[in-house]
């Protein structure tokens, strides 16, 4: 079921963000699709060293859980 509510500071399309879960930064991700409700379509931009970076490639895009992660916006944001 699709939600059709804006969530607290949501992000907002076309803009970058740093994704981080539990504490640890993975990727930079640019968003290319937020209408409303829990998801976002992104695409990978820049994978982080760690312990997750073999998960993630460059050019990669998914559906984002919103809830599980936090998101800030990157300055260069276009």
Do not use: T
Request: charged share 40%.
């Amino acid at each position: 079921m699709k939600h059709k509510h804006i969530i607290k500071d949501a992000p907002e399309k076309d803009k970058s963000y740093r994704i981080e879960y539990k504490g640890e930064e993975l990727y930079d991700a640019k968003v290319l699709d937020y209408e409303s409700g829990c998801w976002a379509k992104v695409k990978v931009v820049n994978v982080l060293p760690g312990k997750n970076a073999s998960l993630y490639k460059e050019g990669q895009e998914f559906d984002l859980k919103l809830a599980y992660y936090k998101l800030y916006e990157l300055e260069d944001s276009e």
